[in-house]
């Protein structure tokens, strides 16, 4: 399972997602899906936090410079046509699994 280590304090400083972020509780569902995963062989990896997934076009790997909250689909120059999050899904899944085979830029897991 690949997730993405965001800074919920920062998240939260946007008042419109704040009451949303923080009523899901995400600590605590990182937590279970490690030791579940645990339970099972399985491997939760966590992407940094600093990796543009969203703004990264996971057609071509072009970075776009800027993409504000409010912009939730977007245009590539390579001609892709990303929805913000499905994008950056598929950008987070694809950094998981390098992280897997390469064995590098994994942080060491909560205790
Ligand atoms: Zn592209």
């Known amino acids: 399972m690949v997730i993405e280590d965001l800074a919920v304090q920062n998240i939260v ?3 419109s997602l704040a009451r949303a972020i923080s009523d899901a509780g995400w600590r605590d569902l990182r ?3 490690e030791y579940k995963a645990g339970w099972y062989g399985r491997d939760v990896v966590a992407v940094d936090r600093w990796y ?3 703004k990264t ?3 071509c790997g072009a970075l776009v410079e800027k993409l504000p909250l409010n912009i939730r689909e977007w245009a590539c120059a390579c001609g892709a046509v990303h929805d913000r999050d499905v994008n950056a899904t598929r950008n987070v899944l694809a950094a ?3 992280v897997i085979a390469c064995g590098d830029g994994v942080r060491p897991p909560r205790s």
Do not use: D, F, I, W
Request: proline share 7%.
């Open 57 to 59: 076009c996971s057609s």
């Open 52 to 54: 543009p997934s969203s």
């Open 31 to 33: 937590t279970m899906l």
């Open 96 to 98: 998981g699994l390098a």
């Open 13 to 15: 400083r946007n008042h």
